[in-house]
């Protein structure tokens, strides 16, 4: 599993903005061939953290994710509601053994 | 859905017994009542940092998880191969809705 967790601090008064664009690159990424995961997390101690996490199958799965006219929308429309700018950190998923 | 990122940084002689452990509580943890996820991740650039992501369908079954004999067998093995404290930090699980 090709995974990345990238972490995302989002400011106050757009973490609703926030949630509805992520939603949207949630239900559309989960249908991408190769896609394993795409879990939208949120800090419960912190409620404007966010954390994305994306597993495939690949990294060319991956890469082709960032292809998507989702993700790009998404990309545009979170632009200016991050606090931050968000990192993304690539793990190798061990188990489970897809 | 309740996770936890749970943050791990493993002494570098003890990398392997430390994965080795850890498969064995995934097969295990998995076969939970609740769970939804206990994917163990090794940082691609710092292969001693690793994440356990577990996810569970309420508190009470996070809880209950800590209570099993496979965690608290994987929890005495690995004590001496951490190289500092484990850090777990909840997120709420928004996407997907289970």
Known sequence: MHTTLVKVNVKAEHIDDFIAATRLNHEASVQESGNLR???????DSPSQFILYEAYRDADAAAAH???????AWREAVADWMASPRQGVHYIGLYPEY
Not at 38 to 44: G, H, I, R, T
Not at 66 to 72: G, V
Request: hydrophobic residues 50%.
């Open 66 to 72: 960032k292809k998507t006219a989702h993700y790009l």
């Open 38 to 44: 795409f879990d939208v997390l949120q800090m419960a």
